[in-house]
């Protein structure tokens, strides 16, 4: 089936250690985005791809970066870590614009999150 | 702007009772609005969405949802709850020209008592 794929499921970095969370997807879809979600709130939108143009939310701050080398693939790098940054992030995929209200996939399709936890 | 209010951020109710879960829109042009449940340490997963098509919206799990413009409201039913459907609950608007930037509401977490 086509789906959204992230892993690991389960992270656990060091205060200040750079990590990397993984996003794939098999729908081929044009948007790709990232979103944090902390204890018991929404999904808060980090930035998203369409296509190879990256699009940063101007509250996310410079600790996040984003790399998208193809199609089927996006990364989110937190460059040093802090306690603050412990969350569920979530990726998820969706068709491009315009013309797309008919189709029985519109909206998002989400990933099952990577949960990461900072010590 | 748009944008999406949940009233309760944690609603209660028993096993085979009416599950009503509300949220009313703000938008400046006709939206779509999304209905999406996320289970404990999982993603969110779409139960029904309105794309300006009928206005009652049937979903997965018995769930439904009606449109009504002259309140600005999407708010989301099931006739009878089931123990299975304890999660939390997001409301999320989105520009009809558009496919992305979904804004999602703060959430209501259903708890279902047996």
């Known amino acids: 089936d086509a789906m959204v794929i992230q892993n690991p499921r389960y992270q656990v970095t060091q205060f200040g250690k750079p990590v990397t969370l993984s996003c794939s997807q098999t729908?081929?879809?044009?948007?790709m985005y990232w979103y944090q979600q902390k204890s018991s709130q929404a999904p808060k939108l980090l930035f998203h791809y369409y296509d190879k143009d990256f699009n940063n939310e101007a509250d996310t701050p410079d600790n996040f970066q984003s790399r998208r080398p193809n199609t089927s693939f996006c990364f989110l790098d937190i460059r040093s870590p802090g306690l603050g940054d412990a969350a569920m992030y979530l990726c998820a995929t969706s068709r491009g614009l315009g013309g797309v209200a008919t189709d029985r996939n519109y909206g998002y399709t989400f990933g099952s999150g990577t949960r990461l936890t900072v010590v | 702007a748009q944008s999406v209010t949940q009233l309760g951020s944690h609603v209660s109710v028993s096993e085979g009772a009416l599950v009503l879960l509300r949220c009313n829109y703000s938008s400046s042009v006709p939206p779509y609005l999304f209905w999406y449940v996320q289970y404990p340490n999982q993603g969110l997963q779409l139960l029904l969405k309105?794309?300006?098509?009928?206005?009652l919206v049937k979903g997965i799990n018995g769930f439904e949802a009606e449109f009504k413009k002259s309140e600005t409201s999407f708010h989301l039913t099931k006739p009878s709850a089931h123990m299975s459907d304890a999660a939390e609950y997001f409301c999320a608007v989105s520009k009809s020209s558009s496919a992305s930037k979904i804004i999602f509401g703060s959430g209501t977490r259903l708890s279902i008592r047996p």
């Open positions: 729908l081929n879809h044009n948007v």
């Open positions: 309105y794309t300006s098509a009928a206005t």
